[in-house]
């Protein structure tokens, strides 16, 4: 159920009509394109044509000032919804909703202390989990904007090599450790030149908003193909991402203040207001034959790197950034085990499966598994929700 | 000088006019937008407007037997040239190129066995150069489309984080160590859907051509930031690719056949007519006063992985591949010591520096300094030019 503090930004269509921008409320779509239509936000001077594209990417570019003007106009008329008309209005279960950014460059970041250390005790040395840059730097690599999808896509459990044990030859096979990764990405909202480097006091003015995202990753062939240039097929399979973007606007009450960093970081990563927010986020699993059980209660200000420092970090070197690009957080891994972001971490590498409540066992997925994120903020009455992000593991080809 | 066995493909403009698809046949641009409205490719029943757009991406969609038809037509009117209006014709001089290609989604792969093996002698144990990985598959990863220039774009010297001494902490700074990457870049012309693997044997219809590509590098950023998860920060600044793409068709004649590998790959690598391409590159340094020195001669066919395995491997887990990615090839090293395709290699790490005709050293790249690469094949009386991709390293901002 979306608020009316939410008013996140999507894209609908209703059975085969135009792609249009929509925003949600309760669980009613609002077809902004016919509000445009109908001259609601004529005042604010934004070309009607920005909502009928097929993707949010050139309402987006228009610039803050713009976007949460929209926004604000939204809250005003849906507080008093009888006095629309009610054509503007759809069932969310009468629409379909579509990867709502055209994403340029996707960037993940591997920003939660507590999930590099999980994966560190895990593979390196228990002794020194983090690697010696981990607390210098947001450590991040590239990866594929193609392959990421919308809540509701389903995809085939992906093949590759394998390779268990180095003395004998990889061999090709599904993937037997299928993983997920809960994460929050962030949508670039306004681009940096090439050459031109975001303060990181300034760098919340880059961001749009955020969506849920999950990073999809096939454990076995990401330990033998990643040495020595990171992550490849292992990751690009699939990525899925929720349908709804929250303008960072809509976190304003959640922003919650964060230790100093130890040891001190290089001047450019220093914040003067250093904040993260609090935002809760949950991983159920659903089996083909099972409920919703809930493996993971998490929450985003689980981050060591804030998405400040990690934009800061990205273009310190003079990279330029553009409006749709997508940067995920990492896996959000707290302290408790609970709220390990991962099979990898929830199982110990496999090590103590989960128990379901129809008696079955987890370590990694399976065929005809369902994995959906939730995430939403509440605070002194005020509730943002992020939706869910759901995707099914259909058999390999 | 660009022979009528090349007809390349790119974007220019002239003046302030608009952008519109050009072939080259000596030092002549050719308009092929205007060759179109004069009715020129009238029975070939291809859309104007495909050649008056921003990139190419239109054009390549439309596939090879398209595209091909475009430029066996474009070879026999520019047979006798004397017989078209002088006014499709553009020196050179006269006009701008442009990045040719929308870049989706860049990968670059490490394809080179005495690259791959250089690099494991300096910075892993000469005596096992080679990752375990390497034989078995072609490693890559994620790079970033949004920093890729054309050639005559120059850049500034990057800045980021350096670590020599891990035992004292990281400081900010430009990097020391700025190199080069001698690469030739795929550009894919047929997609594939998110799910859906390409043969290794039918790969080469994914191919619309190729470009000279340099992987700009800072290597002391990227010893310090790259494990665990990839080169990030120390490549993303900037990269180069040279402004015409030759289409594959362009080089049937230069098909080399290769040594089966061993070990014998998977059978999702096994090439039935195994072969690479007989392209002859050149990289030459320009210092600020100096003038133009061959650094290094190698050639495409120094690559222990072809293309077609490259994209084999790419999209065996299902990965989609769109019209316009960029498949870059890991830099091209042979074996003779002159055709090292790095700063790095070629100097041993800064050991041996480069001594330049006016009496200087180079060990990495000096402010000012200008990279050309350039490439060519020539056989029987069939040649093939590349042209070159040229950019001037500028002060660190």
């Known amino acids: 159920m979306f608020t009316i503090d939410t008013i996140p930004f999507g894209i609908f269509t209703v059975k ?22 109908l001259g609601y936000f004529k005042d604010l001077k934004i070309p009607k044509s920005v909502f009928t594209k ?14 949460n003007a929209v926004r604000t106009r939204l809250q005003e008329v849906l507080a008093q919804p009888q ?27 591997y920003s939660s202390e507590q999930h590099a250390t999980n994966v560190g005790m895990m593979f390196r040395d228990p002794a020194n989990a983090l690697l010696p840059n981990w607390k210098h730097l947001p450590v991040a690599y590239h990866g594929r904007a193609s392959s990421i999808a919308v809540s509701g896509t389903n995809f085939h459990r992906p093949k590759g090599q394998l390779c268990p044990d180095e003395s004998q030859p990889p061999f090709f096979s599904p993937t037997k ?45 990401q330990k033998w193909e990643y040495v020595p240039l990171g992550p490849f097929l292992a990751k690009n399979f699939f990525s899925s991402v929720s349908p709804w973007v929250i303008p960072i606007k809509a976190l304003a009450p959640f922003k919650v203040p964060v230790a100093p960093q130890t040891p001190t970081v290089l001047p450019y990563l220093q914040e003067e207001n250093r904040h993260l927010f609090d935002v809760e986020l949950e991983v159920y699993l659903q089996t083909a034959a099972g409920t919703e059980t809930k493996i993971c209660h998490s929450n985003f200000k689980n981050l060591y790197w804030s998405v400040s420092q990690q934009i800061a970090h990205h273009t310190v070197n003079g990279c330029n950034l553009n409006v749709g690009d997508l940067l995920a957080s990492g896996t959000i891994s707290g302290k408790e085990p609970e709220s390990f972001g991962s099979l990898l ?11 379901l409540p129809d008696g079955t066992e987890r370590r990694f997925l399976e065929d005809y598994d369902t994995i959906i994120i939730r995430g939403y903020a509440e605070k002194d009455g005020i509730r943002v929700d992020f939706g869910e992000v759901r995707n099914t593991v259909l058999p390999a080809v």
């Open 177 to 221: 450790r299928l993983d997920i990764e809960l994460e929050m990405a962030t949508v670039i909202g306004k681009s940096n030149s090439l050459g031109e480097s975001v303060d990181v006091n300034e760098a919340e003015e880059y961001i749009f908003g955020f969506q849920l995202f999950n990073d999809w990753s096939a454990r076995d062939i």
């Open 54 to 67: 097929e993707y949010l990417n050139e309402f987006i570019a228009l610039g803050k000032n713009k976007t």
């Open 16 to 37: 085969n009509r135009r792609k249009k921008v929509a925003t949600i409320i309760g669980s009613q779509v609002v077809d902004i394109a016919a509000l445009a239509n």
């Open 83 to 109: 006095q629309l008309p009610t054509s503007v209005f759809y069932n969310e279960t009468d629409v379909q909703l579509h990867l709502p950014v055209k994403i340029g460059d996707y960037t993940d970041f």
């Open 345 to 355: 971490e929830l199982t110990w590498g496999g090590k103590n499966p989960i128990l």
